[in-house]
């Protein structure tokens, strides 16, 4: 009997999904939505920028989402921006306010901001790639005085398909310089028009200070990582989010092997210096 009461005492373990309630929700692109979560009856979550959760909307399948939230929230909502491509993101996509969704974590290794004081940082999203950038680029605002200068390049298909577009007028003015370029725009677009890798090659990058972090498709951001090495940036101060079919979220079940690591441990941040050699190998 004492044993059965303790097994009920337990806290959940980080294999135990809670339940957390849907407060809001925003379309932000024709597929993707951002939602903000509290929990049914747990803590808020602590986080820090670049982590993930696991999220289902029950019985649809559990994937990892990043969190987009600001990081310097305490207390605050859980927030999410999801893009619609399958079973599992179509349902939390569509779930609503008042729904009740699973959500375990946070989990991962995160963007090392806190190493970075001192340093110009260069932020480069690409698509959806901007939602688990948006809390490194939050802490970096949050503590602007200790960062050189900061700079987002951040490249969508169409105007319409950027996400967070207040904020990106609104960072300027917060002290982080924002380019912003789509693949293909019609005659009302007066911005950049071509692929994200060529704001980097007219960027003013200093190598010896600058340290870049990245998210977007992984083809992106390898020929992201190209351009900055030719700008003289090394492997070491390029930080990459990189992807890989995570179940388990905590290292393990294997799924999410990347070389000699695992994504949903090891990663999702690293540094190009830790990868380059397993990413050379076609297909890993
Ligand atoms: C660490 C991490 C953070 C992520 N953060 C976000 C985020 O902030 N917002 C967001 O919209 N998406 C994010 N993703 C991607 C998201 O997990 C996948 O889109 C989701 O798993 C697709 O599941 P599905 O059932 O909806 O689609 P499926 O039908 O399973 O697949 C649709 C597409 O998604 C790809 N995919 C499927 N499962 C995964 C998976 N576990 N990891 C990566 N790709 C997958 C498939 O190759 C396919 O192209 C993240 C992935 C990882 C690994």
Redesign the pocket.
């Known amino acids: 009997m004492a044993a059965e009461a303790e097994t009920f005492t337990s806290p959940p373990g980080p294999m135990v999904p809670e339940p957390w309630t849907v407060l809001s929700k925003r379309q932000d692109t024709a597929d993707?939505w951002t939602l903000e979560l509290e929990p049914v009856d747990g803590e808020p979550m602590s986080f820090e920028p670049g982590q993930?959760t696991m999220i289902s909307a029950f019985g649809t399948?559990e994937?990892?989402?990043?969190i987009?939230g600001d990081p310097g929230s305490d207390g605050g909502p859980l927030v999410?921006?999801?893009?619609a491509?399958?079973?599992?993101?179509?349902a939390i996509c569509a779930a609503a306010i008042g729904d009740r969704l699973s959500v375990r974590g946070p989990f991962?290794r995160p963007w090392p901001t806190s190493e970075l004081a001192g340093r110009d940082v260069l932020v480069i999203a690409g698509g959806?790639g901007l939602?688990?950038l948006r809390p490194a680029i939050l802490s970096l605002i949050g503590e602007r005085e200790r960062f050189g200068r900061l700079g987002l390049l951040y490249g969508g298909r169409g105007p319409d398909q950027l996400l967070y577009p207040g904020e990106l007028e609104g960072w300027p003015d917060l002290g982080m310089d924002v380019a912003v370029t789509v693949d293909a725009a019609g005659p009302e677009w007066l911005g950049h028009v071509g692929v994200v890798t060529r704001l980097v090659a007219r960027a003013e990058i200093d190598p010896a200070r600058t340290a870049a972090l990245l998210c977007g498709p992984e083809v992106m951001m390898r020929f992201t990582v190209a351009a900055l090495r030719s700008a003289g940036v090394v492997p070491r101060d390029i930080l990459v989010?990189m992807?890989?079919?995570?179940q388990c979220g905590i290292g393990h079940c294997g799924h999410?092997q990347l070389g000699p690591t695992l994504?949903c441990r090891d990663g999702?941040v690293y540094r190009w210096s830790e990868l380059e050699r397993w990413l050379a190998i076609r297909e890993l």
Do not use: N, W
């Open positions: 993707t993930f399948g994937v990892p989402i990043s987009s999410h921006t999801v893009r491509v399958g079973l599992a993101t179509q991962g959806i939602a688990p989010s992807e890989r079919y995570v999410c994504v999702p």
